[in-house]
């Protein structure tokens, strides 16, 4: 598996699986009562296939644990340390919620806990890339990027895998969560891919490369806007109650949506040019 390959499935893979457990846990404080044992498990399902893919760009697993050593110097360490522990966390909460149903409070503790380290690991891999001699990745853009896919796809993916469970209940916050979480990734990306040719000569060459990917950037915000609207739309009818929305209009918004992000994250990898070598 190439390096960019394997970077772009981690980060994506585990930004989805930290939004699935963000709104499971905000999900658990609106619709009490519920168990959402499909989310949980997809939850998990995301965060081994990203911790995987993050040991084949190492090369090899014991790589993990050397870059552990450098805690309190490299936000490599800290991303590998706070993704593994999420992992862990997503996969022992998935099997409470299967095998252990009635176990509530170990239940809660294990999603709060699970958010926290999740958005904590967004922070480092965002912290990873704004603080590497790659232009393009430098600035609030990175944050603003990651902490949408997941709130985007995470959102998305848990109202699909938990359908059954959501029947008949009010979920506009989500369509409202979604589309704000978009905008503002549009409000900040766009202005800040305008103005990276302003810079030296590594931003220079990555803003013509964006240049000239602009189509399949323009598809991308089509595809993440549109779905985001796709997905508030009924909200937004008088004459339809939420809890009627067509499971069609959910599958489109996510497909528009994963496809969107998806094409935004290669983006990101492919207009890469550092202005010296390395990333600590």
């Known amino acids: ?16 699986a930290i939004g699935i457990m963000f709104f499971m846990t905000l999900s658990h404080q609106l619709y009490k009562g519920k168990v959402f044992k499909g989310a949980a498990a997809t939850a998990a399902g995301l965060s081994v296939i990203g911790v995987l893919a993050s040991l084949a760009h190492l090369g090899q697993p014991f790589s993990a644990l050397n870059s552990l050593f450098n805690l309190g110097s490299s936000w490599l360490s800290r991303e590998v340390l706070f993704s593994g522990m999420f992992m862990g966390v997503a996969v022992l ?9 009635d176990a509530s409070a170990l239940s809660a503790g294990l999603r709060w806990l699970g958010s ?4 904590i690991a967004v922070f480092s891999m965002s912290k990873l890339y704004t603080t590497a001699s790659v232009p393009v990745w430098q600035g609030i853009n990175t944050f603003v990027d990651f902490y949408a896919t997941a709130i985007a796809v995470g959102a998305l993916l848990f109202l699909v895998v938990s359908m059954k469970e959501l029947q008949n209940v009010d979920k506009k916050i989500f369509g409202y969560l979604v589309l704000a979480a978009v905008i503002i990734q549009a409000a900040v990306a766009i202005p800040y891919a305008i103005n990276l040719g302003l810079g030296g ?7 013509a490369i964006l240049g000239g990917m602009s189509l399949i950037i323009t598809v991308k915000w089509i595809l993440v806007l549109g779905g985001a609207v796709i997905l508030l739309w009924p909200t937004l009818q008088k004459s339809a109650k939420p809890e009627t929305q067509s499971s069609s209009l959910l599958y489109a918004s996510l497909a528009a949506l994963i496809c969107g992000q998806f094409i935004g994250r290669y983006v990101f990898y492919a207009g890469m040019v550092a202005s010296t070598i390395g990333l600590t």
């Open 93 to 101: 909460y998935a099997l409470v919620q299967w095998f252990k149903a």
């Open 201 to 207: 000569p590594a931003a220079q060459a990555s803003a």
């Open 116 to 119: 926290g380290i999740g958005l």
């Open 1 to 16: 598996m190439g390096g960019e390959t394997a970077l772009l499935i981690f980060s994506f893979c585990m930004q989805a």
